[in-house]
């Protein structure tokens, strides 16, 4: 199965990447690594998931935050690769969480992304990951993140 | 025109670049891949910038910081790569910006960093970007930028 | 003298090198570079330095919670590597340190780490870094650290 088919499976569409709205570029391409730019839990142009983890929203928000910033990351990894099934291993996720006062499960909250990951990559998709709080964030966003990628040749 | 005459016509003089006081360096090259350490809004040896947005520093304040940083990296891969012609690609921008309460414009201030590195660079500094507000910073500094760069062979 | 006959004059010992518990990987390669995970001060399985700089912690405190992770990120390394010798340069610390109000000596505490990778790696141990203060660290951990490194062919 493809990458897309398990997208597929999960009642996953791909959105159009969405795309940096400033002096930067969604994603970028030296030799086979690829590295998007910190993706947010947008839906539709709108922040899905607003505020911060342990004030306003729950860790279950919280994943789905993950998850969404995983699938908008993938849609950036389509655009640059073509075909997912030329994604040869995720390398790394950059995860930073919307923390209040003492919140400390972000790992439970990136695993919305890192179980997606391994979903639709399989092994392709065990990845290095860093897990942050941080306490303010971009238009308010729940979750941001940040992956890098080897491509086939 | 090379970068060294975009930066001239913008009345810009690259300082010798920031040393790291500590036990560590301020870039590093790998294959074709520079790295600098992250980058402080320094100016004659003195952090020019310092406090929290939204507390201390106005979203204008912020952007100058975030351009000195800039300015910093640029002397950082000038001194890795000898000429900045040689820089064939800015790769990635990752931005710290210095947040008080309830501040989310991280992205306008890290633009005095992109928005640079297109006026110097043009295409080839066009990068991918992260961008967070953080709690506390070294030295109180308003800015804090990790530049990633690819060179010619 | 190798890097394991360095730590060993040090009164290092490696432990298994802390596996990551969630849906990723402690360390991954790619080519000649070498990721690990955001490695966290546990030592036999538990968070040796627990909260905040300037709140619950020294500075010195901090500096021994730095030196721990980057001992456990020296043992992700040789399971990359197998040997230490192996590790051509230590490329790239990302440290973030738990930060209460105030607290500015990030870059005092990561020398624990810096100083570490010097004494163990020499020349092939001087890396670039960055140092930022977050608000909230999962497990209330003291310090985190993600280290880059480039293998020998």
């Known amino acids: 199965m493809t990458p897309e ?3 597929s499976q999960l009642g996953i569409t791909l959105p159009e990447p969405p795309k940096a709205v400033a002096a930067y570029v969604p994603w970028i ?3 086979n690594l690829v590295i998007t730019s910190g993706q947010l839990p947008f839906r539709d142009g709108r922040i899905a998931y607003a505020g911060k983890l342990g004030v306003e929203l ?3 928000e919280g994943y789905q935050a993950a998850r969404l910033c995983a699938v908008n990351a993938i849609a950036q990894l389509k655009a640059a690769a073509g075909e ?3 994604v040869r291993q995720i390398l790394r996720l950059e995860g930073y969480v919307h923390s209040g006062p003492g919140y ?5 909250v990136l695993n919305g992304a890192s ?3 391994g979903d639709v ?3 392709r998709g065990r990845h290095t990951r860093s897990a942050l709080g941080i306490n303010e964030m971009p238009l ?14």
Chains 1, 2, 3 share one sequence.
């Open 84 to 86: 997912l099934s030329r």
């Open 58 to 60: 729950t860790d279950d």
């Open 115 to 117: 179980e997606l990951f």
């Open 104 to 108: 400390q499960n972000q790992p439970k």
């Open 140 to 153: 308010n966003a729940a979750v941001q993140l940040s992956v890098w990628a080897e491509l086939t040749e």
């Open 121 to 123: 990559f399989g092994e």
């Open 5 to 7: 088919e398990r997208l």
């Open 29 to 31: 391409r030296t030799g």
